[in-house]
């Protein structure tokens, strides 16, 4: 062998051996079960090991030419002097997965009016009578909250009507779409208009304007018909009817990928988790949204901690997920939306744009609304709070307060100093820190502090669950597994 | 001074670790902390006494313990290299 080739290329022994060599990147650990533990790195990249080896980590003992060592290089577990890559990687991975906060606020909330034609005994929003005009947005208001949020830095900007029933309002919806159109014109963002309605007044005049400015429909679906109209009371107990009537209209004159269904869970939903996604698939959807309790109302009343139905929720959610997987199986294509953002959190690079995960929180930054009075609130659970006459997420109101004034708000420097996981007690070494957010609204309306004790967190507890079944079902099972890699959107 | 007694040795594990495990199980007990020569005598006030499993609470804290004393090592160890990382990814510098 020449000095050349020396020069070229180590002997083997160079990448045996030396054990304790390699130096860990930064990374969290937490165990699944009582037999293995789950490593994450900064990037949100996974790792399942039993306990022999994670012992190996534990006491430095990893042999460089084990399977084992060159899974943890390769995921950027550790590294060594002949890997120099690991770290400009781990950059690239960990800047993409922080890339929502690059748009700043996309979302913006119209409550257009908090009249209603239902009385849901779950409704946060103090409702209305439906022929009281002074619970609607006025147009100068609108127009305040349209320059607003143009001042957003988004180049996405997705407008949602939100009420009480938004459609009682329709006029002004129109005048905000045709506002916003117009003075779209000269600021060329990409935007986007949701109506989130019960359905109950949809008619020929209000889709015709929908398919003409390609307004979405966001509806509430929350199951079979005793389940719904048991949620959603209304005069001639008839919410059922019109929402499967209005779904089918929306679809006939907009085409099915033009209306979305969203389940509110109550107590009596935990009893039909089948029958709820029968539900969704017998009306054509291909998706649901497992969405947990709403705390509020109880938790404002008592001012207790809100550990009161997870168990009973996570149950729920469990056997909802394992009944989805089997229709999958069975060659209907259907989602659980939930797992979904989760499941993209933890395979994908990339960041899901989900405000209920983020960290810091994203209130304010990535979701804001604009009350029916002018007020401006961090998000709809602020809302929600204040009608119940906490205004603690107050940011300030249109017609007295400025963009900066109401982007800087103290309330909502602090909330999203506070909501940074990095800084979190438990949350700091939490193993699930990448995939988890923030919900300040939720403790501070469970706790007391918009930081929360976790140990007490039905936030907490709910999300830890949900995360470690999701894990389970990727590691045990492998029918699973490949239906849920089918639900990842890239 | 209750019947729920445990017992850390200060020489092997760091009180800031001990307390950080503690706090994960703030809604089963609550813990008086007393040094005791070298000893950290934790004693445990359980939050509801019917439920209440003290060798199962013990065992799983004295196994927590070791974890967390682990990722102590591993956020010192790493903490520069955190940092970097971070600062590269917000960094205007082009890392392709």
């Known amino acids: ?490 | 001074m209750t019947d729920y007694l445990i017992q850390v040795d200060v020489s092997l594990f760091d009180a800031e670790v001990v307390k950080q495990v503690l706090y994960k199980f703030a809604d089963q007990a609550s813990f008086n902390l007393k040094d005791n020569q070298g000893i950290l005598d934790i004693e445990v006030i359980p939050k509801d006494p019917v439920v209440f499993d003290f060798n199962q609470l013990k065992s799983v804290i004295l196994d927590e313990i070791i974890d967390q004393d682990l990722r102590k090592t591993i956020s010192q160890e790493t903490n520069d290299l955190r940092n970097l990382i971070i600062a590269k990814a917000f960094a205007s510098a082009d890392l392709q």
């Open chain 1, 1 to 490: 062998m020449t000095s050349a080739t020396k020069a070229k290329f180590k002997s083997l022994d160079a990448y045996k051996n030396a054990q304790g060599s390699f130096r860990f990147l930064p990374f969290k650990f937490i165990k699944l079960d009582n037999e293995r533990y789950i490593l994450t790195n900064i990037a949100g990249e996974f790792i399942v090991l039993d306990k022999f080896d994670f012992n190996k980590i534990r006491d430095r003992s990893l042999e460089m030419d084990s399977d084992l060592y060159h899974k943890l290089k390769s995921k950027h577990f550790i590294y060594d002097d002949s890997s120099t890559v690991a770290i400009d990687l781990l950059a690239l991975k960990y800047r993409t997965k922080q890339s929502f906060l690059d748009g700043f606020t996309g979302l913006h909330m119209f409550v257009v009016t908090l009249r209603c034609d239902h009385s849901c005994p779950y409704c946060q929003v103090s409702r209305q009578n439906e022929d009281t005009e002074k619970f609607d947005m006025s147009e100068e208001d609108a127009l305040k909250a349209l320059l607003f949020t143009f001042k957003s830095p988004s180049p996405l900007i997705k407008i949602e009507f939100q009420g009480g029933e938004s459609l009682l309002n329709f006029k002004l919806i129109q005048f905000i779409v045709l506002k916003a159109k117009e003075m779209n014109q000269s600021i060329g963002k990409q935007i986007q208009f949701v109506i989130a309605t019960n359905l109950s007044p949809v008619n020929d005049e209000i889709l015709d304007f929908c398919d003409e400015h390609e307004i979405l429909i966001s509806t509430s679906l929350d199951g079979p018909e005793f389940l719904h109209n048991k949620n959603r009371p209304k005069a001639g107990n008839d919410s059922y009817q019109r929402a499967i009537a209005g779904i089918n209209f929306v679809k006939s004159k907009l085409g099915p990928d033009k209306v979305s269904a969203l389940m509110t869970t109550s107590l009596e939903s935990l009893k039909y988790p089948r029958e709820i996604i029968d539900e969704y698939i017998s009306q054509g959807f291909n998706a649901i949204f497992l969405r947990s309790l709403s705390p509020y109302g109880f938790a404002i009343k008592t001012k207790s901690f809100d550990m009161y139905n997870t168990d009973a929720w996570l149950d729920f959610y469990k056997t909802s997920l394992a009944y989805i997987i089997e229709i999958n199986k069975n060659g209907y294509f259907f989602v659980e939306q939930y797992t979904a953002l989760i499941l993209q959190k933890m395979l994908t690079p990339f960041a899901t744009g989900f405000v209920d995960l983020q960290s810091p929180s994203g209130i304010g930054i990535s979701a804001i609304v604009f009350n029916y009075d002018g007020d401006v609130y961090a998000s709809d659970e602020s809302r929600m709070l204040a009608e119940m006459e906490d205004k603690s997420f107050r940011l300030g109101n249109l017609k007295e307060n400025s963009y900066q004034e109401i982007i800087t708000a103290d309330i909502l420097v602090d909330a999203l100093q506070n909501t940074i996981l990095e800084g979190v007690p438990m949350c700091s070494d939490c193993a699930f820190l990448p995939y988890c957010g923030s919900d300040p609204i939720y403790h501070a309306a469970t706790q007391g502090d918009m930081i929360g004790h976790k140990a007490k967190s039905g936030f907490c507890k709910k999300n830890m669950g949900v995360f470690k079944h999701i894990i389970k079902l990727l590691e045990d099972d492998l029918e699973a597994r490949e239906v849920m890699m089918r639900w990842i959107r890239v």
